[in-house]
């Protein structure tokens, strides 16, 4: 409504204030709802891309686990062999000093 002066009344700008406020919340509240919407989409799509990944860590877990064996293994081989070596060596030499 107008006033004597052809000016709205503050009732009048506090409603239209009011429902631009709630029109201004409601379509936030649909674009929010649609992102958060699309975000859910991708991150479902990513689990049904992705659905052998857990099976393929732990395919990768147990070759691991096998490679750190036989890692180990070949330390111990190698320590061995090293260990021969230093007595093969200490053998030879011992043999040269008693022929001079």
């Known amino acids: ?3 004597d002066n052809g000016k709205r009344s503050g009732r009048d700008i506090a409603v ?3 429902v ?3 029109a201004l919340q409601f379509f936030g509240a649909v674009w929010f709802s649609s992102a958060l919407n699309a975000r859910v989409d991708q991150s479902e799509q990513w689990i049904r891309d992705n659905k052998e990944l857990p099976i393929n860590v732990v395919r990768l877990e147990e070759e691991f686990k096998s490679l750190c064996k036989q890692l180990t293994s070949l330390e111990k081989s190698i320590e061995k062999a090293t ?17 001079e």
């Open 16 to 18: 239209y204030a009011l």
């Open 83 to 99: 260990e021969r070596l230093d007595s093969l060596h200490l053998t030879l030499r011992q043999g040269n000093v008693q022929h």
């Open 20 to 22: 631009i406020t709630l």
């Open 1 to 3: 409504m107008k006033d």
